[in-house]
């Protein structure tokens, strides 16, 4: 129900006549129309919130990261996104008491930026064996954006079979600057994109999983006259409404990092403090 009857047909043994009725029986099993708002406040209840190992930034994103949504951080380099990413590759195997997602993790890496040695002393941190984390991290290095997307697919079987709670994908945009150029491929770009992001958010709702995406910054030459040095996240306004919350990361004071809300559905515009310490993101110390 989540893919195009064009998209069915062009599976090989598929015709039109047998595509219609995989529709009709997967109707009448699950349902795809309308529900009351009381169902869908029910359904918000599955959500769970994954801690970012910051109190601060927890209580700024309304507990933590979100199941059922997709997190965007955009920023420079050395901002911190990178570094979220391998904290919550350790705080979603913390169980949920202890405001973990007890789930497994997926990193899809587009920069070759993932660090396996740098999770042990973050899972030394939060109590847990080193070992047992990186066996539940699922790691791919992808080289082009079809392979990124083939990665996206192969991943709903995993998913459908062990208990994933966190989807990575840092960055979500640095293969289709590369495999892109110019504005005569602009439109086929934003399209492969699109196609790409609708993935991520079908992922997110069908296996009740939290997508966290890291996003480049572009030079914005109309940011106005009052900003020394106006940035903003790449990809345009395909990916800007396809992240449920966007958030952005920029340096502070040593290794202090400032996150502010930019854009999400339940959540005011405020900042959060945060630092980069040797155990993950932790609490900013005066």
């Excluded at 910051?54 to 700024?60: K, P, R, T």
């Excluded at 196609?195 to 997508?211: D, G, H, P, T, Y």
């Amino acid at each position: 129900m989540m893919h195009t009857k064009k998209n069915l047909t062009g599976i090989k043994g598929l015709s039109e006549a047998k595509v219609d009725k995989i529709c009709e029986a997967a109707e009448k099993i699950v349902n795809f129309g309308y529900i009351t708002g009381s169902d869908a406040l029910l359904k918000r209840k599955s959500v769970i919130r994954i801690t970012t190992g910051s109190q601060a930034l927890d209580e700024l994103l309304g507990g933590g990261i979100e199941t059922l949504a997709i997190t965007e951080a955009f920023g420079e380099f050395r901002s911190g996104k990178t570094q979220l990413a391998h904290t919550l590759c350790v705080s979603t195997q913390l169980p949920t008491n202890m405001r973990g997602g007890n789930g497994k993790v997926a990193y899809i890496d587009t920069e070759g930026t993932f660090r396996p040695d740098r999770i042990v002393p973050i899972a030394e941190r939060f109590g847990m064996d080193p070992g047992a984390v990186l066996d539940n991290i699922i790691y791919a290095r992808a080289y082009t954006y079809e392979h990124q997307y083939n990665l996206l697919l192969g991943l709903a079987a995993k998913m459908s079979e062990e208990p994933f709670r966190l989807l990575i994908v840092d960055s979500v945009i640095a293969l289709f600057r590369v495999d892109f150029s110019g504005r005569g491929e602009l439109a086929e770009r934003q399209q492969r994109l699109a196609q790409m992001l609708s993935r991520l958010i079908k992922i997110a709702e069908e296996f009740n999983v939290a997508v966290y995406m890291t996003n480049q910054v572009i030079a914005d030459p109309g940011g106005g006259v009052f900003v020394t040095d106006p940035k903003k996240p790449a990809g345009g306004h395909v990916l800007a409404h396809a992240a449920t919350v966007r958030l952005m990361f920029r340096k502070g004071k040593g290794e202090q990092r400032i996150c502010k809300v930019f854009d999400a559905p339940n959540l005011p515009e405020a900042e959060a403090v945060f630092q980069i310490t040797p155990g993950g993101i932790a609490d900013a110390k005066d």
